[in-house]
């Protein structure tokens, strides 16, 4: 723990708030020890913890953005991929008190289990010291990802279409022009069978995202 404690900046007061921020509802379960807490509650707190020091930070950047634009930017910082990321950057996983069965599992390497437990520690550091102790390390670890976590079109397109079980998404390139030295490519994103957005760029990956990003415009995002 005074190794994680020594990554995040912070020794805690109470201890067993970072305990508890760490323990999954599986460890929670099994304990033989019924006093044991999981980290849900921590969640929640942090959570929301989150959602005010992201709004409040691009609400100042950005004194122009319309509001629709604000909420796409702050759903690409607190999105799962973009928090299970950060909490792979302080190796978080490492720490977690799994239950036997997702121990097993894989669950420590798992990213809806590392980004709730991420939330959790930022809900442990606002009790433990709070606002502004909390708002330095999502700063540190969240927001510093803004400028290629806002342009990721792609992963925001993928995560929304993850939340309808059966759905699938695809890239088809459909060709590219000009010299070798400034190739234009085409793509389109499918969605099961169907196109719902086309981008043009100077790599495929380019393409990709603009594709993406032209779908999540057509989808009001």
């Not at 190796?91 to 390497?109: I, N, P, V």
Request: glycine share 10%.
């Amino acid at each position: 723990m005074k190794k994680l404690e020594e990554t995040i900046g912070h020794s805690f007061k109470d201890c067993d708030l970072i305990t508890t921020a760490l323990t999954h509802s599986s460890y929670a379960n099994e304990a033989r020890d019924k006093k044991c807490k999981d980290n849900e509650r921590l969640e929640f707190l942090g959570d929301s913890v989150l959602g005010v020091i992201t709004t409040t930070y691009l609400y100042g950047k950005y004194p122009n953005t319309p509001e629709g634009e604000l909420t796409k930017m702050r759903a690409g910082l607190v999105c799962e991929g973009a928090l299970c990321e950060c909490a792979r950057k302080i190796k978080l996983g490492d720490y977690l008190r799994l239950g036997k069965g997702e121990e097993a599992g894989g669950g420590r390497c798992r990213d809806s289990i590392l980004a709730d437990a991420f939330e959790a520690v930022i809900g442990a550091l606002f009790l433990d010291a709070g606002l502004e102790v909390a708002k330095k390390f999502v700063h540190e670890y969240v927001l510093s990802n803004e400028k290629r976590v806002i342009s990721d079109y792609k992963t925001t397109l993928q995560e929304i279409v993850q939340k309808n079980h059966g759905e699938i998404l695809s890239y088809r390139l459909l060709g590219a022009d000009g010299p070798d030295h400034d190739k234009k490519f085409k793509v389109e994103v499918l969605l099961n069978s169907n196109v719902i957005g086309r981008g043009e760029g100077h790599s495929k990956k380019e393409a990709e995202q603009m594709a993406a990003k032209e779908a999540l415009e057509l989808m009001g995002l």
